[in-house]
Nanobody
Framework: QVQLVESGGGLVQAGGSLRLSCAQSRRTFSSYVMAWFRQVPGKEREFVAAISWGGGRTSYADSVKGRFTISRDLAKNTGYLQMNSLKPEDTAVYYC??????????????????WGQGTQVTVSS
């Protein structure tokens, strides 16, 4: 079992920035990918970004490319999502996720792996 705790959400004006954190209860090993998803009421949870265990590989949804940056600090068992140039359409509950998968095999799935409780991000226009 891996427990995940997100933090860093809040209310920000359009064009602003937030950094989300995801603290893991224990260290995971080289076969674990960390990802961020988001969800708005009435819609399915959607993929935002993912990072390989070592941090050398990343993947982003087209809607956030160039604005969001995913990273992780293995020594702290913590992942991050830096969100810049935020837009009102980025408003959602953001969830941290980790799955046991080689990077080459990774496919974002909203129904798999370990999840945090979510943190609300609200972007006002």
């Amino acid at each position: 079992q891996v427990q995940l705790v997100e933090s860093g959400g809040g209310l920000v004006q359009a064009g602003g920035s937030l950094r989300l954190s995801c603290a893991q209860s224990r260290r995971t090993f080289s076969s674990y990918v960390m990802a961020w998803f988001r969800q708005v009421p009435g819609k399915e949870r959607e993929f935002v970004a993912a990072i390989s265990w070592g941090g050398g590989r990343t993947s982003y949804a087209d809607s956030v490319k160039g604005r969001f940056t995913i990273s992780r600090d293995l020594a702290k068992n913590t992942g991050y999502l830096q969100m810049n140039s935020l837009k009102p359409e980025d408003t959602a509950v953001y969830y941290c996720n980790t799955v046991q998968s080689a990077w080459s095999d990774y496919q974002p799935r909203a129904d798999f792996g370990f999840w945090g409780q979510g943190t609300q991000v609200t972007v006002s226009s």
